[in-house]
């Protein structure tokens, strides 16, 4: 029987499993996390090679599958994804290897299909397209140098922006400032940010003001809300450019909403994103990914061996069991 080793690489870990051609899950692991633009591409791929010698034995040797399928942040343009690939190979963990960006992934593990569009908004925020002919759309997203606004580092940036203008003056009033000073039990909000100056506070704790965020715009703040609406505003727009590359805006197509400050199911940025699609893209079905990405890139695997349906229905029944 043949095999993949599916790999799904993110900003704060890795996941790996390693899946038999019939759908069985043969082992699962995670590991640290996939870092290749920060750590370097050898760094990142000896993380995958961790875990699996943690899955199967310290005197595992590769090749560890028939088939790789890595889909791993920081593999956001092709030749980021072409070096990724060179080096797995050149390891030889597979004796076949794909690698993508792991909003691929999420696409194939909340789709009922391969195609569809997809859109993470994880710490950071990106989106895919791939139409039933196998074209793709996407985006660089490098950050605000590529366009980008939103994720949940930028949520909290802006939060802490306008938490700071607020409490000095500069801006208008918004609870965010109390918000942001109970969260941190600071006396100041600008307190938090000497912290984050002087590296007494890391940088990644701003991440934690996502939900501090959404519960002020609950409460009905004015600014918290416009944020809320911003970010609905950029989820929409990176679909239907998706949708309108392929020209598929006016074909009923599934559109995946997937990372941390989609799947929470906000409730005020849930309404939003249904008006808004409403609108704009009113054949988009939108779904919330129930299954883990490395559930995509195994059934990404899958699809590469050529496995029937139904190793692929048992894949996502045994990961729906392990939840």
Not at 161 to 166: G, I, K, Q, Y
Not at 293 to 304: C, R, Y
Request: proline share 5%; with cysteine; hydrophobic share 45%.
């Amino acid at each position: 029987m043949r095999t993949v080793l599916a790999v799904d690489g993110g900003n704060s870990k890795t996941d790996v499993a390693l899946v038999g051609e019939d759908g069985s899950v043969l082992a699962t692991g995670r590991g640290a996390a996939f870092e290749p633009q920060s750590a370097g591409v050898g760094v990142a791929v000896d993380v995958v090679g961790e875990i699996v010698r943690r899955m199967l034995g310290p005197e595992t040797a590769a090749p560890y599958a028939d088939h790789v399928a890595a889909y791993v942040a920081g593999a956001d343009l092709p030749v980021e994804e072409e070096t990724l690939r060179d080096e797995i190979l050149a390891r030889g963990y597979g004796r076949n290897v794909v690698v993508g960006n792991d909003t691929f992934a999420l696409l194939r593990a909340g789709a009922s299909g391969p195609s569809g569009v997809a859109v993470v908004c994880g710490a950071g925020i990106n989106a895919v397209g791939v139409s039933p002919t196998g074209e793709i759309a996407r985006f660089p997203a490098l950050g605000k140098i590529s366009g980008d606004w939103g994720g949940g580092m930028g949520l909290g940036e802006e939060t802490l922006w306008h938490a700071v203008r607020s409490e000095d003056g500069r801006g208008p009033a918004t609870a965010l400032e109390h918000a942001v000073r109970e969260h941190f039990g600071a006396r100041t909000v600008e307190e938090v940010s000497l912290g984050l100056h002087f590296g007494d506070l890391p940088h990644l704790r701003l991440h934690e003001l996502v939900p501090v965020l959404m519960a002020t715009a609950a409460s009905g703040d004015a600014v918290a809300r416009s944020l809320i609406a911003r970010m609905a505003d950029e989820v929409t727009v990176l679909a239907v450019v998706a949708l309108s590359r392929l020209d598929l805006l006016g074909t009923p197509m599934e559109v995946v909403l997937g990372g941390g400050v989609l799947t929470a199911r906000d409730p005020l940025l849930s309404e939003m994103l249904e008006e808004r699609f409403a609108e704009r893209a009113p054949q988009a079905k939108l779904v919330v990914a129930d299954v883990p990405p490395i559930v995509g890139a195994a059934l990404l695997g899958l699809d590469a061996l050529g496995a029937g349906e139904e190793a692929k229905a048992r894949l996502r029944a045994r990961f729906h069991a392990m939840a």
